[in-house]
């Protein structure tokens, strides 16, 4: 079976994961996922501080914003990508669309310090407003020890471990899996052999629905469009700006990787609109359409787009109960107000 020109003999599907990956330099404890959760959640890790990563990455619903941009300090749009969830982010082999980041603790540094999204000019500066808060010095304490509790390691190590908890399985394929043959519909069924016979287990093979295996820091990268030519696909193209982003190669600088982006789980795809890494398409049947043409040279049928969205409606899991978490106070004071400061020094490292 062939897909792109790349030979392809890959597992499709599986059951979801027991376990998520954890790096043996940051294990996960109680204390330091009730560290990374509040962190998550407090805004005061952005310039303005009213910017968190639940603000992009809302747990509380989908793990995205379900916006096609997201909105970062300043009010300043985050172009060119649309924030992806952070459910299940625990099994990414590498982060961002590009891949850029080859774990979850490199992801959590990048938007901190990103002047659109949170805006934070530096990682010091980072630190230096996390210590002037009591009730972090504290548990950063219990945390990571008395000697230099509070780095930006730490910082990152904390909120990835947070992140680690945010998984969802036992969807009704999952069941299936498991032999329960009533857990998903006749067009469900209908759908696995559609996705099969055209092969998109290439790109979207393993549990995750997005690497055949890779391991983790090794991303798994296709490029799309494949046919950008191809007539039906041209039109999508053209009304969904699916060329503009140039994907990888603003990593590698490879021309060869032009245009290529790590493959995304099928995991919840249904909950995860808008679509693409623009965030251009409003529905899951439209990306269904696109997809078939633009990577498969194929038109598919209304029957065969109902099948299709059927079965990935099936891949929604159980999303873990999520409360929000109480952040530590600064009383009888505030450490907000080197704000204006901080945007002049963070407006002269974005020239440079």
């Known amino acids: 079976m062939g897909f792109g020109g790349i030979a392809v003999a890959f ?53 995205s914003d379900s916006l096609p941009l997201a909105f970062g300090v300043l009010g300043r749009v985050d172009t060119p990508r649309h924030p992806p969830s952070v459910f299940n982010a625990a099994f990414n082999t590498v982060q961002f669309w590009d891949g850029r980041a080859n774990s979850l603790e490199a992801q959590a540094k990048g938007p901190i310090l990103n ?3 949170m805006g ?27 000697k230099d509790p509070i780095t930006f ?29 009533t857990a998903i519909s006749s067009n469900a069924k209908a759908g696995i052999n559609i996705i099969r016979s055209f092969g998109c287990e290439a790109c979207h093979a393993g549990p995750m629905f997005d690497n055949p295996g890779t391991p983790m820091g090794t991303g798994w990268f296709q490029k799309f469009p494949v046919q950008p030519h191809n007539p039906v696909c041209a039109k999508y193209v053209q009304k969904y700006h699916l060329m503009d982003d140039p994907g990888r190669f603003d990593v590698t600088h490879n021309p060869a ?40 040279g194929q038109t598919l049928t209304d029957k065969q787009v109902t099948d299709i969205v059927s079965f990935l409606d099936s891949l929604t899991g159980k999303f873990p109960k999520e409360t929000m978490p109480q952040l530590p106070e600064t009383p009888n004071t505030t450490i907000m107000m080197d704000v204006s400061q901080l945007q002049k020094t963070a407006e002269k490292t974005e020239k440079k």
């Not at 980072?126 to 990571?144: A, C, T």
């Not at 471990?161 to 399985?169: F, G, M, Q």
């Not at 789980?265 to 890494?277: D, I």
Request: aromatic content about 10%; charged content about 25%; proline content about 9%.
């Open 115 to 117: 002047p659109v999204e």
């Open 11 to 63: 597992a499709f599907g599986g059951e979801f994961p027991s376990k998520v990956p954890v790096p043996a330099d940051n294990p996960m404890t109680p204390a330091k996922i009730s560290l990374g959760k509040q962190l998550f959640f407090d805004p005061r890790l952005s310039l303005t501080g009213d910017v968190s990563c639940q603000t992009c990455h809302d747990v509380m619903s989908n793990g």
């Open 257 to 296: 990787d032009k245009h290529f982006f790590k493959v995304p789980s099928w995991r919840n795809v249904a909950l995860q609109a808008p679509y693409f890494q623009n965030g251009s398409v409003r529905t899951l049947q439209t990306a269904v359409r696109v997809m078939a043409a633009c990577q498969l």
């Open 120 to 146: 934070m000019p530096n990682a010091a500066d980072v630190v230096k407003r996390l210590q002037e808060i009591p009730g972090y010095r504290d548990e950063f304490r219990k945390v990571f020890g008395d």
């Open 153 to 181: 390691d730490h910082i990152a190590q904390a909120i990835a471990t947070y992140e680690r908890t945010l998984v969802t399985p036992d969807s009704p394929y999952d069941r299936y899996v498991k032999g329960d043959k």
